[in-house]
Antibody, heavy 125, light 109 residues
């Protein structure tokens, strides 16, 4: 059973850099993309970006200038850095495993089947 | 378009059937996946693909798709189904970014 364990600093000051790490236990690290998602208080889910075991990344255009996602395959971990944080970055941050399968008639199956428990990050002066 | 549109709120009487919908151009190329989120908890995958349930998800949850609209149906809603539900896919416009719907708050009366 694959499990994701995530950790990182929960309280930041404006302009600091958010840093979170997610470790993958109990399953393969390669062959998947791994995502970061966030949820501001009382709001919906927002995708931040993704990475695969080779280090290929894809970012949400609205955050791309501030986001870096990296991978450490020796530890089966991937990490998120978000620079120059403001109060608007206050949210619960989740890591998740993505599955993408090409089905019949060029229809794709895409889903996030394993999630971390979430890390609450608060940005306040 | 990279957007997925959901109704903000839906209600259902206990034991009745409810359908939650999700619209977006990407759903012409990707099956939507559906997540249930209860307060203070991480989202949980409930439906993926054409109509697949992960292990442990009750069979009262089902999914369907037609054109640019995906639906999550709960047949015989239970009190414990009260939650936020989010649809999700990838953008089919070429950048393949991941997109979430805005979420639907389901109230079981």
């Amino acid at each position: 059973q694959v499990q994701l364990q995530q950790w990182g600093a929960g309280l930041l000051k404006p302009s600091e850099t958010l840093s979170l790490t997610c470790a993958v236990y109990g399953g393969s690290f390669s062959g998947y993309y791994w995502s970061w998602i966030r949820q501001p208080p009382g709001k919906g889910l927002e995708w931040i970006g993704e990475i695969n075991h080779s280090g290929s990344t894809n970012y949400n255009p609205s955050l791309k200038s501030r986001v870096t996602i990296s991978v450490d395959t020796s530890k089966n971990q991937f990490s998120l850095k978000l620079s120059s944080v403001t109060a608007a970055d206050t949210a619960v941050y989740y890591c998740a495993r993505e599955v993408l399968v090409r089905g019949v008639m060029n229809y794709y199956y895409y889903y996030m089947d394993v999630w971390g428990k979430g890390t609450t990050v608060t940005v306040s002066s | 378009s990279s957007e997925l549109t959901q109704d903000p709120a839906v209600s259902v009487a206990l034991g009745q059937t409810v359908r939650i919908t999700c619209q977006g151009d990407s759903l012409r190329s990707y099956y939507a996946s559906w997540y249930q989120q209860k307060p203070g908890q991480a989202p949980v995958l409930v439906i993926y693909g054409k109509n697949n349930r992960p292990s442990g998800i009750p069979d009262r949850f089902s999914g369907s798709s037609s054109g640019n609209t995906a639906s999550l149906t709960i047949t015989g809603a239970q009190a414990e189904d009260e939650a936020d539900y989010y649809c999700n896919s990838r953008d089919s416009s070429g950048n393949h970014h991941v997109v979430f719907g805005g979420g639907t708050k389901l109230t079981v009366l």
